[in-house]
């Protein structure tokens, strides 16, 4: 990267000025970005470039979220999918709990009304190895949150929960729990062996709601 050309754009930032650049690369635009700026929030013209750039990002080692859209729009009379909603609730606790560097967006995602942060954080159920659990509360939460119990092979948004084994399907995502009583000894995520993980709701309004 040209230093001469980052003192120029930094001094320009710096005192307020509108800067444009063309002609930048592929990945390059993440690394011109990274050099400008240690926290952004990058608007993109499309999805693609959004994921795209944020996964650039991250092969630079800053630590980016990419903020998805719904996939419908505000005119449109369907709500938007789980899988969508599900991704959005994801990135927006990523965003709250990690605090990264580099937000990347669309700009019809970057519109969209947001859950405030403490709202959604109390509609999440954290569960770490060696910790106990409350049945109950666990059972509250995922009836309040939308997922349905059944009594085998869960599919998206169910779960089961028999004896010492719980397992839970969200969109993309599956969380099975080993127990002993009422402590957590096992956690994998999509087959990886985890030490917590935390249950975010399937959907941004809760069915109680």
């Known amino acids: 990267m040209n230093d001469r050309l980052l003192r120029i754009l930094r001094g320009k930032l710096s005192s307020g000025e509108r800067v444009f650049v063309s002609g930048v690369p592929g990945a390059s635009k993440a690394l011109l970005l990274k050099e400008l700026k240690e926290k952004l929030f990058v608007v993109t013209p499309s999805e693609n470039v959004a994921r795209a750039i944020t996964e650039d990002f991250k092969r630079f080692g800053v630590r980016a979220v990419f903020l998805p859209p719904w996939d419908v729009l505000p005119s449109e009379p369907s709500s938007p999918s789980l899988s969508s909603q599900y991704e959005r609730l994801k990135s927006i606790i990523s965003i709250v709990l990690e605090e990264p560097d580099v937000i990347v967006a669309t700009f019809y995602s970057a519109t969209l009304k947001f859950i405030k942060a403490e709202v959604l954080l109390e509609r999440t159920f954290e569960l770490k190895k060696g910790k ?35 397992k839970l399907v969200f969109p993309e995502e599956v969380i099975e729990i080993e127990l002993f009583e009422d402590t957590v000894e096992r956690i994998l995520v999509n087959g990886k062996e985890s030490s917590e993980v935390i249950l975010t709701p399937l959907m941004e309004v809760p069915l109680e709601k």
């Open 132 to 166: 106990n659990i409350d049945y109950d509360n666990l059972l509250a939460f995922l009836s309040t949150e939308g997922f349905r119990r059944v009594e085998e092979d869960p599919q998206e948004g169910e779960f089961v929960l028999k004896g010492n084994f719980f």
